[in-house]
């Protein structure tokens, strides 16, 4: 298995321009999570999907910042118009759902998008 | 107050001993906890999962779990200075929602 994969990898954008973030999720897994690293704040959860379905966005920092997942194998999240304060090391996640596999909620991570807003 | 607290640390030790890593969480239902480890410019791997009250083991690591406390820690033996890294500990905070502690930064000097 390839594991969770992340594109761009990095990405240096200008202040206002939209930006877009792909994350595709190991196979069989029905849950993906993404998540914001900085140093001030750590690992934050931003939203997460169960089969497709967005079950908590409360960790989206404002409306600038948009997530989809139009089927179970590709994610996105967007955001528009970003800002300086939006650099960060972004990482999309996934893992089976409890239901299946009990109360083992083993995520697997990304490599992650490096953004930085100039 | 922040649902999952750790010491930022860093926690040096030397090569071969012992290092503790803390972890307490808020959240009395949380029912899942899970130690991550982190390298500079790397994604979180998973190394430890625990569920029941005590302590489990796997190879040099061993996670304790406090339910009663809110507690969970890691104690890794014979520390390596490739065990250098920052150790995240995450609890689930219901429907699969990780929450994620800030990190304590290992330092195993040779």
């Known amino acids: 298995d390839a594991g969770v994969i992340q594109s761009p990898r990095h990405e240096v954008t200008e202040m206002g321009q939209e930006v877009t973030l792909r994350c595709k999720p190991i196979?069989?897994?029905?849950?993906l999570f993404w998540y914001r690293q900085t140093m001030m704040r750590g690992l934050e959860l931003l939203i997460y999907?169960?089969?497709?379905?967005?079950?908590?966005d409360s960790g989206m920092p404002e409306d600038r910042f948009s997530a989809k997942m139009p089927n179970a194998s590709f994610s996105t999240l967007k955001i528009q118009p970003s800002e300086p304060r939006d650099s960060a090391v972004y990482f999309c996640?996934?893992?089976?759902?409890?239901?299946?596999?009990?109360?083992?909620?083993?995520?697997?991570f990304g490599q992650g998008t490096r953004l930085t807003v100039v | 107050q922040k649902e999952v607290e750790q010491n930022s640390g860093p926690l040096s030790v030397p090569e071969g001993a012992i290092a503790s890593l803390n972890c307490t969480y808020s959240?009395?239902?949380?029912?899942?906890f899970f130690w991550y480890r982190q390298y500079s410019g790397k994604s979180p791997e998973l190394i430890m999962s625990i569920y029941s009250n005590g302590d489990k083991e796997d190879g040099r690591f061993t996670a304790q779990l406090n339910k009663a406390s809110q507690y969970v820690s890691l104690l890794i033996r014979d520390s390596q200075p490739s065990d250098s890294a920052t150790y995240l500990c995450?609890?689930?905070?219901?429907?699969?929602?990780?929450?994620f502690g800030t990190g304590t930064r290992l330092l195993v000097s040779p």
């Open positions: 996640a996934s893992s089976l759902d409890p239901t299946r596999r009990g109360l083992d909620t083993e995520a697997f």
């Open positions: 995450a609890v689930n905070g219901g429907f699969q929602k990780l929450v």
């Open positions: 196979s069989g897994h029905n849950s």
């Open positions: 959240d009395r239902v949380s029912q899942s």
């Open positions: 999907f169960n089969n497709n379905v967005p079950i908590d």
